[in-house]
């Protein structure tokens, strides 16, 4: 199975702050990786596929960079509702594996 | 509007079986693979399983392989999760959500549904 690891795991930041999070494919995955956002009691929102293409909707403040086996998503600058829990997902073989999540908070 | 309803969750003995399923409005399902995603409580999200458009093709995690099965009965626009020999393990909200090809070869998860939960306790 394909694993993927995100950095870091907790992320306190500030409205405004410019944000990178690492996604790492423990083999290549080509660009087969999606990310998400994910807040309290809701279902995931889809904001990134195809690894860099942003989703219809989603503010361009969010951004997605990488292929092979290292990725980044990158939020320019950090909004109030931007404070959850992000995953990355691999698409390229099955089982389609998730991140472990990295959680913004409040600074 | 696009959206996909989860229903069948409760609490149930360990050992004992589960049906869920997925009813999808404002689209059709036949022109999408479906999956089922859970999400353990506090936990992150674990892909569980999928199925091809048609039906002839369907994927497990290896932690409910041979327990859980996937299908979709299409003239009802609906998935199915048959869970039996259900585990402690198996506590989560139950996630369905629609595999979308955006560009050709790419795809990803682009809608869920609001979650069923399901305990398994004695």
């Known amino acids: 199975d394909i694993q993927l690891t995100q950095s870091p795991s907790f992320l306190s930041a500030s409205v405004g702050d410019r944000v990178t999070i690492t996604c790492r494919a423990s083999?290549?995955?080509?660009?087969?990786l999606a990310w998400y956002q994910q807040k309290p009691g809701k279902a995931p929102k889809l904001l990134i596929y195809a690894a860099s293409t942003l989703q219809s909707g989603v503010p361009s403040r969010f951004s997605g960079t990488g292929s092979g086996t290292e990725f980044t998503l990158t939020v320019s600058s950090l909004q109030p509702e931007d404070f959850a829990t992000y995953y990355c997902?691999?698409?390229?073989?099955?089982?389609?594996?998730f991140g472990p999540g990295t959680k913004v908070d409040i600074k | 509007q696009v959206q996909l309803v989860e229903s069948g969750g409760g609490v149930v003995q360990p050992g004992r079986s589960l049906r869920l399923s997925c009813e999808a409005s404002g689209f059709t399902i036949s022109n999408f693979g479906m999956h089922w995603v859970r999400q353990a409580p506090g936990k992150g999200l674990e892909w569980v399983t999928g199925i091809s458009y048609d039906g002839s093709n369907q994927d497990y995690a290896d932690s409910v392989q041979g327990r859980f099965t996937i299908s979709r009965d299409n003239s009802k626009n609906t998935v199915y999760l048959q869970m039996s020999s259900l585990r402690a393990e198996d506590t989560a909200i139950y996630y369905c959500?629609?595999?979308?090809?955006?560009?050709?070869?790419?795809?990803?998860?682009?809608?869920w549904g609001q979650g069923t939960m399901v305990t398994v306790s004695s």
């Open positions: 959500a629609r595999d979308w090809f955006a560009s050709g070869i790419f795809d990803a998860f682009d809608i």
């Open positions: 997902q691999q698409l390229d073989t099955y089982p389609f594996t």
């Open positions: 083999q290549g995955i080509s660009s087969f």
